[in-house]
């Protein structure tokens, strides 16, 4: 069974971290591309960053600077490390995966294969 669990959201305030875990397990982890998306209400889900099987990564413009993608493969956990964080970052985050080539990073949720529940996110100001 495919899983994706996020955990490591909350409420901070404003300039705080806060880091993401993704940890999966059901799929060859090495063969899929890992995305952090998030929505917050009332507006589209949207991508914060994305790492592929080699570990290039995009990032979102509003993000850039901010946050920060890993990946321990041995452990089929992605990061995401999130620094100076502002009150219009307040989203539930999802992780999902795209089985995709080793190079390629998709923006796009509708090809990612697996989604997690979301974790929340909230930011004070």
């Known amino acids: 069974e495919v899983q994706l669990a996020e955990s490591g959201g909350g409420l901070v305030q404003a300039g705080g971290s806060l880091r993401l875990s993704c940890v999966t397990s059901?799929?060859?982890?090495?063969?899929?591309?890992i995305g952090w998306f998030r929505q917050a209400p009332g507006k589209e889900r949207e991508a914060v960053g994305c790492i592929s099987e080699v570990g290039s990564t995009y990032y979102a413009d509003s993000v850039k600077g901010r946050f920060t993608i890993s990946s321990d493969n041995a452990k089929t956990t992605v990061y995401l490390q999130m620094n100076n964080l502002k009150p219009g970052d307040t989203a539930v985050y999802y992780c999902?995966?795209?089985?995709?080539?080793?190079?390629?990073?998709?923006?796009?949720?509708?090809?990612?294969?697996?989604w997690g529940q979301g974790t929340q996110v909230t930011v004070s100001s």
């Open positions: 059901g799929f060859t982890f090495d063969d899929y591309a």
């Open positions: 999902a995966a795209e089985l995709t080539t080793p190079y390629d990073v998709s923006r796009s949720a509708d090809r990612y294969d697996y």
